[in-house]
Nanobody
């Protein structure tokens, strides 16, 4: 599956952005999707993940209550709604796809995802 992410930009602290990731192919619902981010000098880290049906989700502690992951399988799209953004949310955000089921009760590792989007930069100014 090929992925195309969009929606990044420059926003002030406290603002909101919605990232989108469109996938190619006709079996999108068979893939768990993840959003990862990588800040300068830091390792890539999970932000949120969602199972194929959208019923099970995972959030990193740092974004719980502020970010919401969702998907529309009819549109082959996964979203990341980011509210109450903080300067520490500044990073390149990547979407990724992993074939198969996902329980939502653990942080999936980047190595488990076989397909990656190109990344979209989110910059939060203070």
């Amino acid at each position: 599956v090929q992925l195309q992410a969009s929606g990044g930009g420059l926003v002030q602290a406290g603002g909101s952005l919605r990232l989108s990731c469109v996938a190619s192919g006709r079996t999108f619902r068979n893939y768990a999707m993840g959003w990862f981010r990588q800040a300068p000098g830091k390792e890539r880290a999970i932000v949120a993940a969602i199972c194929g049906t959208g019923g099970r989700k995972f959030y990193a502690d740092s974004v719980k209550g502020r970010f919401t992951v969702s998907r529309d399988n009819a549109k082959n799209t996964v979203y990341l709604q980011m509210n109450s953004l903080k300067p520490e949310d500044t990073a390149v955000y990547h979407c990724a796809a992993r074939f198969g089921p996902y329980s939502g009760n653990y942080a999936p590792a980047p190595a488990g995802f076989g397909s990656w989007g190109q990344g979209t930069l989110v910059t939060v100014s203070s």
